[in-house]
């Protein structure tokens, strides 16, 4: 049957109206909150009262598990145990010197060195090699030495509570992004990366970000001031979108959604700290270079 519009007295055929088109909204995922309820207070817990050492062992095993995730995006089904450990002792160690203060180019010549020997020895076939060797370089400069920037963070005067800003104001980007997203997102940031990514969740990401800076300034920062605070908003904001859009890239270049399933509603331990990745090290050079701070004696 003909699902025609009907016919007016003079015999005209009335417009059909046009239904508007919806577009898919993301549905919201309640793991995301139940995974946070238990893994802030932890994680907090860690910052605020255990020595550094509880924070740096925190962060290897983070750092530890995106390696792995990174690795097995990168060598596909190719099984690489060697350049797997190597990475790992490698990601481990620049996350460590701080505390001891290893010469970073002495790590970085050793493991350069120990992952080129370990890809002459390989016995996967010769045209895998280099690129699991880029792998095996690029997941330690990548996780490893970012992350190494909170434990010189924590190493700075009130460590603890600089580590808390830098947690609460990337989390407040991420949390600002994602909702401000889902509810109003409808001009794309960065369709061929990351097509749910847009301006309004940026926009929400940023405003959310800088007041939540300002807050925890004013409650646990005041060595810092407002201006810096503010500043320090917009700069994580621009860096852990980076950070985000970074990990985004890999995950697409490889066909895959999340880099893991570790953390229920955000996907794999790399999913959830790749914009921390950007944010410490922006954090830890804006306040040692800008502000002044320097490493208690």
Request: positive net charge; charged residues 10%; glycine residues 10%.
């Amino acid at each position: 049957m003909d699902n025609l519009s009907p016919v007016d007295v003079h015999g005209n055929r009335a417009a059909t109206p046009i239904a508007p088109v919806s577009t898919p909204a993301r549905r919201f995922d309640a793991r995301r909150v139940y995974t946070a309820l238990i893994g802030i207070p932890i994680v907090y817990a860690i910052i605020r009262y255990l020595p550094p050492w509880g924070l740096t062992l925190l962060v290897v095993i983070g750092g530890a598990i995106a390696l792995l995730e990174l690795t097995r995006m990168g060598f596909g089904d190719r099984r690489n145990p060697a350049l797997t450990g190597l990475a790992l002792g490698l990601t481990a160690l620049l996350i460590v010197r701080p505390h001891w203060a290893f010469p970073i180019d002495a790590i970085l010549l050793s493991g350069l060195g120990c992952v080129l020997l370990a890809m002459l020895w390989s016995s996967n076939v010769i045209t895998s090699r280099f690129h699991d060797t880029a792998v095996a370089l690029f997941g330690p400069l990548y996780i490893g030495l970012t992350l190494s920037t909170l434990v010189s963070t924590r190493a700075l005067p009130s460590g603890e509570w600089l580590i808390v800003f830098i947690a609460v104001v990337t989390w407040a980007s991420d949390i600002g992004a994602y909702y401000a997203g889902t509810l109003w997102g409808r001009h794309p940031l960065a369709p061929s990366i990351s097509p749910k990514k847009s301006l309004e969740g940026l926009a929400g990401g940023l405003a959310l970000a800088m007041a939540v800076a300002l807050l925890t300034q004013i409650w646990l920062v005041p060595q810092l001031t407002m201006l810096h605070a503010l500043v320090l908003g917009l700069l994580m904001t621009g860096t852990g979108l980076v950070g985000d859009l970074c990990e985004s890239a890999i995950k697409r270049a490889v066909g895959v959604k999340d880099s893991g399933g570790i953390l229920p509603g955000h996907g794999g331990m790399l999913d959830r700290l790749d914009s921390l990745l950007f944010t410490a090290p922006t954090f830890y050079y804006y306040v040692t270079l800008v502000c002044g701070f320097s490493p208690l004696p």
